[in-house]
């Protein structure tokens, strides 16, 4: 999927999105940004990371940074791996490179993260033993926010994995 085609589509599907209460709130009443990236280029999540820490720098919202850029590296390394084949090379699914959408909501008080990938299939909290070096990322969003979900979104192939914490 390119961009443009994916930033068509994600407007659509956000625009029909149902289930996540607060973000049609935020819409509402809140200002929104969204941030576009190649969902397997290296460089997703440290760009996606520095674009949510000059977002909330803007928004007034710095004491939400740290933990918002936990959530954001967490949740677009995610999306990166989802959307990266074994062998390192992108899952083309015949339409361009899977994008990353991160788009964040506020009004000032509450911020929705959304990360958006357009693989299907469920993030799943894993349960890592003392000796596993992975299977954690969820559980630190988990630790991070106040609730995390994901859904799928009409029109959208791929799911959006969404945090939502209180300034
Ligand atoms: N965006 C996603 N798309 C598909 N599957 C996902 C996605 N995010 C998470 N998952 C699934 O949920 C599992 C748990 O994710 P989690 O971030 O907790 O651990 P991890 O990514 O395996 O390891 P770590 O984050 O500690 O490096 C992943 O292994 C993956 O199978
Ligand atoms: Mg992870």
Redesign the pocket.
Known sequence: MDQRIAVDAFQRSAREQRGVAVDAELRAEGTENVFVAGASLPGATPCARLHARAVLSEWGLGELAEAAELIVS??V???V??STAPDGHPRYDGAGMPVVVLRMASDRIKLMIE?W?V?P??????H?GPDD?????????AAQCDRWSWQSAPGWP??V?WAELHG
């Open positions: 967490e949740l390394t995610n999306a791996r989802a990360v990938d693989i299939g469920a993030p799943a909290a894993a890592p070096e992975s299977g954690r990322g969820l559980m630190l969003v791929g799911k994995v």
